[in-house]
Structure formats: structure tokens, C-alpha cells
């Protein structure tokens, strides 16, 4: 027993090295690839086309912008080009007179002035779902969610009978807040198929967190986008891929889908928007 007594800290000690050890990660370099971020809506506004490259792991700086392509885009009726703005940025706009309609078919074409894997040439091809159009939205504040509470932002729409996939997009005072694709809500319509919403919760905004705090006053407006179940799949893969693992020791990141042709990765969406606003009003009993 005496031995045990003198020998249990001393394995225990040499466990917990072992668990601090440090490891050193060697990753290596790939070839880049074309990195396509974009869509087009019902919004009548200069729509854009954001074009970069793949970037090692380690690499900590902003994806280098691929400029001087030629980047199109047809609708079936006709073929407009966007125009680099500013010129050097790897963004290119539509004219802001321009807007999506539902049903049609958009193709993304890309000719690039330096190839890429030996591609210089790039194509995706995305429909239009229907639009669907948001009665109204009624904020709630829930005390007993989250450390500080949390805002509700409750959707009233009609969905319509056949499958259905949405985007929610939250906006403070005309500023967006989901401004990226891990922010961004999406869900199918099985819950809700077929009837009217009548007030389900689809945005919450952390009062813990800085950029979705909600004063007295403000005016939110919430954005529903009629999406594709190929882009629905895409959001919630990037979303698993960037989010935090548990366990820490997951299994290795599978591909995300996109719909980039040789070799590209991203996603070029088309969907219809809807918007509704109100204004918060003072929490009773506060």
C-alpha cells in the first residue's frame, strides 16, 4: 500500500504531461481554386459577383481577389455583363436598375484573365424560386434565454403547399446584422407545410452579444428569401464546417457542395426576397 501511495501520483503526473504535450500540425500547400460568392434576388440593387482564391489553412490574411475576369450573366431573355467596381477589388456588380424574377433560370458565366488549375473557364446555373410574400413580423423578449435574454423575431406568412426552403436575414435600424453566411437562419418548411405560420419564432438576437443588442425605439426589419434546397444543403454544410466541433476531436471536415463547374468552390444562389418592419417598443414591467 505504501509502494501504491507513492507510485499513483507519479502515473498520474505522467498523464497529464502527455495530455499538454504540444503537437506540432504540418499542413500541406494546395493548388488554388476559384472562389465564387454571390447571388442574385428579386431586390431591385447593383448585385455582386465576389470572386477570390483558395487560400492555404495557416494563411491569415484576406483571399487574394481575382480580377479582370469577364463575368456575365444569363437570364434566358438576355445577357448582361458586370462591370469590376471598384477596379482591382475581384467584386463585380450588376447595374443597380437590375432585379431577379421568379422562375427563371440564371447562368453565371466566368472567363478568367489567368487560369487556375488550368481553368480559365467557370459556370453555374441556379433557379429562381417562387416568391413568398411576409404579412408581418411581432418582436418578443424571452428573460429566460440566454444570460442577458434574448429578442424573438416572429414570422407571420403563409407557406405555400409544396416544399419550400427560407434564408432570414435580420436587420437593426437598416443595418444588416446577419451579414454572413454563419449568421444567416435557414430552414425547411415540414413543420409549417401548407399553413399560415401565424407567429413562429425564426430570429433570435443574443442580448449578450454586442452587434445584435436591441434598444427601445429601433426599427428591425426581417428579410425572408425563398431559397433552393441546393442552396439550403450548401448554408448548412458551411455552417457545420466553420462552426466550433464537439467533440473537439471530431471526424475530418467533409467537401462542401457548391455549384461551380471544374473545380471551383462556393455557391452562385438566385432567390425572392420579402421584407417586413416594426419598431420596438418598451418591455412592460422594465
Given at each position: 500500500?505504501?509502494?501504491l501511495?507513492?507510485?499513483?501520483p507519479?502515473?498520474?503526473?505522467?498523464?497529464?504531461?502527455?495530455?499538454?504535450?504540444?503537437i506540432?500540425?504540418?499542413?500541406?500547400?494546395?493548388?488554388?481554386?476559384?472562389?465564387?460568392?454571390?447571388?442574385?434576388t428579386?431586390?431591385t440593387?447593383?448585385?455582386?459577383?465576389?470572386?477570390?482564391?483558395?487560400?492555404?489553412?495557416?494563411?491569415?490574411?484576406?483571399?487574394?481577389?481575382v480580377?479582370?475576369?469577364?463575368?456575365?450573366?444569363?437570364?434566358?431573355t438576355?445577357?448582361?455583363?458586370?462591370?469590376?467596381?471598384?477596379?482591382?477589388?475581384?467584386?463585380?456588380?450588376?447595374?443597380?436598375?437590375?432585379f431577379?424574377?421568379?422562375?427563371?433560370?440564371?447562368?453565371?458565366?466566368?472567363?478568367l484573365?489567368e487560369?487556375?488549375?488550368?481553368?480559365?473557364?467557370?459556370?453555374?446555373?441556379?433557379?429562381?424560386p417562387?416568391?413568398v410574400?411576409?404579412?408581418?413580423i411581432?418582436?418578443?423578449?424571452?428573460?429566460?434565454?440566454?444570460?442577458?435574454?434574448?429578442?424573438q423575431?416572429?414570422?407571420?406568412?403563409?407557406?405555400?403547399?409544396?416544399?419550400?426552403?427560407?434564408?432570414?436575414?435580420?436587420?437593426?435600424?437598416?443595418?444588416?446584422?446577419?451579414?454572413?453566411?454563419?449568421?444567416?437562419?435557414?430552414?425547411?418548411?415540414k413543420?409549417?407545410?401548407?399553413?399560415?405560420?401565424?407567429g413562429i419564432?425564426?430570429?433570435?438576437?443574443?442580448q449578450?452579444?454586442?452587434?445584435?443588442?436591441?434598444?427601445?425605439?429601433?426599427?428591425?426589419?426581417?428579410?425572408?428569401?425563398?431559397?433552393?434546397?441546393?442552396?439550403y444543403?450548401?448554408?448548412?454544410?458551411?455552417?457545420?464546417?466553420?462552426?466550433e466541433?464537439?467533440?473537439?476531436?471530431?471526424?475530418?471536415?467533409?467537401?462542401?457542395?457548391?455549384?461551380?463547374?471544374?473545380?471551383g468552390?462556393?455557391?452562385?444562389?438566385?432567390?425572392?426576397?420579402?421584407?417586413?418592419?416594426?419598431?420596438?417598443k418598451?418591455?412592460?414591467?422594465?
Amino acid at each position: 500500500m505504501k509502494i501504491l501511495k507513492y507510485i499513483l501520483p507519479c502515473l498520474l503526473g505522467l498523464i497529464f504531461v502527455q495530455c499538454t504535450e504540444k503537437i506540432n500540425i504540418k499542413l500541406d500547400s494546395t493548388s488554388a481554386r476559384l472562389v465564387v460568392d454571390g447571388a442574385i434576388t428579386t431586390d431591385t440593387v447593383a448585385h455582386k459577383i465576389k470572386l477570390s482564391t483558395s487560400t492555404d489553412y495557416f494563411y491569415n490574411e484576406p483571399a487574394p481577389a481575382v480580377t479582370g475576369a469577364l463575368v456575365s450573366i444569363n437570364d434566358g431573355t438576355s445577357t448582361i455583363i458586370l462591370t469590376e467596381n471598384p477596379v482591382g477589388s475581384g467584386s463585380y456588380e450588376t447595374l443597380s436598375t437590375f432585379f431577379g424574377v421568379p422562375g427563371r433560370v440564371y447562368k453565371l458565366h466566368i472567363e478568367l484573365k489567368e487560369a487556375l488549375n488550368g481553368q480559365r473557364i467557370y459556370d453555374a446555373t441556379e433557379t429562381m424560386p417562387k416568391h413568398v410574400k411576409i404579412d408581418s413580423i411581432q418582436m418578443e423578449f424571452k428573460e429566460d434565454i440566454f444570460k442577458k435574454g434574448a429578442w424573438q423575431t416572429k414570422l407571420y406568412a403563409q407557406d405555400p403547399l409544396d416544399e419550400n426552403f427560407y434564408s432570414f436575414r435580420g436587420y437593426r435600424n437598416n443595418v444588416l446584422v446577419t451579414d454572413s453566411l454563419n449568421r444567416v437562419i435557414t430552414t425547411d418548411d415540414k413543420l409549417f407545410n401548407g399553413r399560415y405560420t401565424n407567429g413562429i419564432a425564426v430570429l433570435y438576437w443574443n442580448q449578450n452579444m454586442n452587434w445584435e443588442v436591441i434598444n427601445t425605439g429601433d426599427r428591425i426589419k426581417l428579410q425572408l428569401g425563398t431559397i433552393t434546397k441546393n442552396y439550403y444543403n450548401f448554408i448548412q454544410e458551411l455552417q457545420l464546417e466553420v462552426g466550433e466541433k464537439n467533440p473537439l476531436f471530431s471526424g475530418p471536415p467533409a467537401n462542401v457542395r457548391t455549384n461551380i463547374s471544374n473545380g471551383g468552390v462556393g455557391y452562385f444562389a438566385a432567390y425572392a426576397t420579402s421584407y417586413a418592419t416594426t419598431k420596438i417598443k418598451p418591455i412592460p414591467n422594465k
